[in-house]
Structure formats: structure tokens, C-alpha cells
């Protein structure tokens, strides 16, 4: 879950309806799954699991989150807050290249999948197949999974099996699990190539990162891509080049790509100590 510096001038909080706003100073991405909104998002108070719409003020911008149609709907179908804390990114950093620190890391897990008739009778035979999850791994970060499904209602992981009913209201919509799983396959993609073309002509890295920042961003699930790259290289100046804006690398790493104008900003807010 990408840690947020959610900072924003006071003078646009009047200038700028707040999904706008949250979407220009953190990016097009759901706050908590993490994946490529479209151009509508939910945007909640935290304090009571409500919708907002408008202008912000000072006073309210801290408790402001930006969510995708299926986190504000599970949030909404769990109801009360859980007794245990729930994390949020822009309050804590939720997330650290070391699987020790982080309170949310992600793998890829077999399991099986099965798809089930009104009745809850698989139509076929259950079927092995490899997705990937996000696990926490303290009291808080279950909560929070728990609380806004982010593996999706679908899965079970007392049994380790994704269900998909074809009756009910959310039958179909959900699929955070699914394009978690294509990104994670998108970055290994990448990374074999990077490599590749490294051992081709290691002057190749700079434009490798630079299409690294462009896939990023156009794929969303940042830590997905964080994981993933930091298994590969262990290299923090390869992943602040690939997914930190330049404002927040800019003389903490070595600048190993030219970022164009248009690329300046790849995933604007997120919290420059990510990789520590």
C-alpha cells in the first residue's frame, strides 16, 4: 500500500472540488488497492466511513481518502469500524521494500479457483490457478484488508480458494485480485527485459527506467512494482527512478533517467522514505 505525503496548498482547497484535487496531488490511483481509477473516484471521510463531495477545507483535507468503487462499496457493505485500528497510507507508512517493516506485502499464491452457481455448486471442477494476494502481516493490516476486501470477497484463505458466485450484486465487478495478478506479471516481463538489455549495452538503463516509469504509471498497483523490482535489483535508485516523482528523488538518489515533462510526476505524493 503506497505511503502518501498527502499535501496539498491551502489556496486550491477553494479552488478545486476534492476528488479532483486528491487525484492531481496523489495520483489516479485508489488509495488502498492501489489500481488505475477511471475518471471517478470515491472520495472518504475517514472518521465515518462516508462519501464526500465538494470543497475541502484545512481542517478536513488530513481525513480525506481517495477509493475505488469496489474498497468504498466493501467498507460500506462491512459497516461498523473494526475494534483493531485500521492503517491508512497517509498516516502511516504502510509499506517497506523489506517484508520485516511492512506492514502489507504481496505474493503469488496458488490456488483454487472455482466458479459457483446460485446455489454455491461449482459448475465445473475447481481449478489451479496462481494469483496474487496482499498479506498483513500485523493485527492492523488484516483489519484493513478484512474491512475493504482488498483480496476480494471471492477468496477464502482459511481454504485457500477464489470463488466466483454468478448470482448476487457485486457477481462480476470485482476484480482488484485479477489485475494485481496481470501487473505482477506485466513487472516480471520488465524486469526479465531490463536484464536482457543490460547485458546488451548497460547505456540502455536509462531509457529502460524511463519506459519502467511509463508502464508504472499506466498500470497502477505501485507496490506490486515496488516488490518486485527491489527482489530483482535491491537497487534503491532503481526504484526511486521508476516510481517516485522526481520531486521526491531529486537529491536523495542517483537520477539515472532524464524524466520528460510528462513523466515529471509518476504517482505525485507518494512518501519519500519508501525504500528506507
Known amino acids: 500500500m503506497r505511503p502518501l505525503l498527502k499535501t496539498a496548498p491551502v489556496h486550491l482547497l477553494t479552488i478545486h472540488p476534492v476528488q479532483a484535487l486528491l487525484m492531481q496531488t496523489t495520483g489516479e490511483y485508489c488509495h488502498l488497492c492501489e489500481c488505475r481509477l477511471p475518471d471517478h473516484s470515491f472520495v472518504m471521510d475517514k472518521r465515518n466511513g462516508q462519501s464526500f463531495e465538494g470543497y475541502s477545507t484545512p481542517d478536513l483535507w488530513p481525513h480525506l481518502i481517495q477509493l475505488c468503487d469496489a474498497c468504498y462499496h466493501a467498507q460500506q457493505q462491512a ?14 507508512l504502510t509499506f517497506s521494500v523489506h517484508p520485516d517493516k511492512s506492514p502489507f506485502v504481496y505474493e503469488k499464491r496458488t490456488v483454487l479457483q472455482a466458479v459457483l452457481d446460485a446455489d454455491g455448486k461449482p459448475l465445473d471442477e475447481p481449478q489451479s490457478t496462481e494469483m496474487v494476494f496482499v498479506k498483513g502481516t500485523n493485527e492492523s493490516a488484516q483489519a484493513t484488508i478484512r474491512h475493504f476486501q482488498l483480496n476480494t470477497a471471492y477468496y477464502d484463505e482459511a481454504t485457500n480458494s477464489f470463488n ?14 485479477r489485475q494485481r495478478t496481470e501487473v505482477w506479471n506485466i513487472v516480471n516481463d520488465y524486469i526479465s527485459r531490463y536484464k536482457k538489455l543490460l547485458e546488451v549495452d548497460p547505456k540502455l538503463s536509462g531509457i529502460m ?68
Open 79 to 92: 459497516g461498523q469500524q473494526p475494534a483493531t485500528a485500521i492503517l491508512y497510507p497517509d498516516e502511516q
Open 164 to 177: 466466483i458466485r454468478l448470482s448476487g450484486p457485486s457477481a462480476g465487478i470485482d476484480i482488484r485480485v
Open 209 to 276: 527506467l524511463q519506459h519502467g516509469r511509463l508502464l508504472a504509471a499506466g498500470s497502477g498497483y505501485w507496490s506490486v512494482w515496488a516488490t518486485l523490482l527491489w527482489q530483482a535489483t535491491g537497487d534503491q535508485n532503481i526504484l526511486a527512478n521508476v516510481l517516485l516523482p522526481t520531486s521526491a528523488y531529486s537529491g536523495r538518489y542517483a537520477v539515472l533517467a532524464t524524466a520528460s515533462p510528462n513523466t515529471d510526476q509518476v504517482y505525485p505524493g507518494t512518501h519519500p522514505d519508501v525504500f528506507e
